[in-house]
T-cell receptor, first 114, second 114 residues
Framework: GAGVSQSPRYKVAKRGQDVALRCDPI?????LFWYQQALGQGPEFLTY????????KSGLPSDRFFAERPEGSVSTLKIQRTQQEDSAVYLC????????????FGAGTRLSVL | KNQVEQSPQSLIILEGKNCTLQ??????????LRWYKQDTGRGPVSLTI?????NTKSNGRYTATLDADTKQSSLHITASQLSDSASYIC?????????????FGTGTRLQVTL
């Protein structure tokens, strides 16, 4: 595709509900990143994949957050038992290889937990 | 903890005027510094990326400078246009053994008016 595609663009969840956010990276991009961006703040790193391998998940805030990229392309970020503090924009980015290349960001998924 | 601080937090300028945004960082060991532009409701878009040895880099009307000794960077926007209204985020990459980690600033919100 032309760019990084994320879906849904907006998600409203009731507290305690599970959600799944999808990211379609740019075709051929080896590396994929997830970030969490609170209102008025810069993005904060969540996790990083190289192909299907999750090389760094140090930014995941709790064990309710889980990310996967089973075939090395599309990735899903799952949040279980959502809480109000999970409300944020979740950004996905991809790059050609490694973490030193330019990252291309998707438009994000805005999650609101009521 | 590695930090990236940006100033001013927000800025309003008239169309056609120039402006300079500042970024100070404490990230170490340093790998590279990036400036991103983020339109409201969109993902960040890369403007420039500079390594340790680069002092300045231009991208159209955007010129970034880097002083790795004082750990400061600036983004200068020349002859501003209404479309420059966005958040500008400074991102510093930390050099690690196998990969680099990105630390994002909170951004400077620029508004260009008539």
């Amino acid at each position: 595709g032309a760019g990084v595609s994320q879906s849904p663009r907006y998600k409203v969840a009731k507290r305690g509900q599970d959600v799944a956010l999808r990211c379609d990276p740019i075709s051929g991009h080896v590396s994929l990143f997830w970030y969490q961006q609170a209102l008025g703040q810069g993005p904060e790193f969540l996790t990083y994949f190289q192909n299907e391998a999750q090389l760094d998940k140090s930014g995941l805030p709790s064990d309710r957050f889980f990310a996967e990229r089973p075939e090395g392309s599309v990735s899903t970020l799952k949040i279980q038992r959502t809480q109000q503090e999970d409300s944020a924009v979740y950004l996905c980015a991809s790059s050609l290889a490694g973490t030193k290349n330019i990252q291309y960001f998707g438009a994000g998924t805005r999650l609101s937990v009521l | 903890k590695n930090q990236v601080e940006q100033s001013p937090q927000s800025l309003i300028i008239l169309e056609g005027k120039n402006c300079t945004l500042q970024c100070n960082y404490t990230v170490s060991p340093f790998s590279n510094l990036r400036w991103y532009k983020q339109d409201t409701g969109r993902g960040p878009v890369s403007l420039t990326i500079m390594t340790f040895s680069e002092n300045t880099k231009s991208n159209g009307r955007y010129t970034a400078t880097l002083d790795a000794d004082t750990k400061q960077s600036s983004l200068h926007i020349t002859a501003s246009q209404l479309s420059d209204s966005a958040s500008y985020i400074c991102v510093v990459s930390e050099r690690t053994g196998t990969a680099s980690k990105l630390t994002f600033g909170t951004g400077t919100r620029l508004q260009v008016t008539l």
